[in-house]
């Protein structure tokens, strides 16, 4: 059985940094991606980032978004995936998800992605 665990959302100020972690367990061989989510109050989840978790391919791909303040990135040996968020505006509130994939057509589609963490909270208000 597939688990993703989140951790390290929190309160942070603007202008600030946040670590998110995602822990997975249970994977085959056929899931490829792990990438993360936000959903903020009545808004659409939104796709943030993902990476390749295939041995010796460490893609990864970003939403404009955030595109160069959050970085992904992974740790094979301790099966977890890292978003370090920097520059936080009170517009990154919002609930954080990592989620994985077999190999998304639309790398950063929600409905791409079949397993689920809880999900974590990020509020960034001064």
């Known amino acids: 059985q597939v688990q993703l665990v989140e951790s390290g959302g929190g309160l942070v100020q603007p202008g600030g940094s946040l670590r998110l972690s995602c822990a997975a367990s249970?994977?085959?061989?056929?899931?490829?991606?792990i990438g993360w989510f936000r959903q903020a109050p009545g808004k659409e989840r939104e796709g943030l980032s993902c990476?390749?978790?295939?041995?010796?391919?460490?893609?990864?791909y970003y939403a404009d978004s955030v595109k160069g303040r959050f970085t992904i990135s992974r740790d094979n040996a301790k099966n977890t995936v890292y978003l370090q968020m920097n520059s936080l505006t009170p517009e990154d509130t919002a609930v954080y998800y990592c989620a994985t994939a077999p190999s998304p057509s639309v790398m950063l589609l929600p409905s791409e992605y079949d397993y689920w963490g809880q999900g974590t909270q990020v509020t960034v208000s001064s």
């Open positions: 249970g994977f085959t061989s056929d899931y490829s991606y």
């Open positions: 990476i390749s978790i295939r041995s010796g391919d460490g893609s990864t």
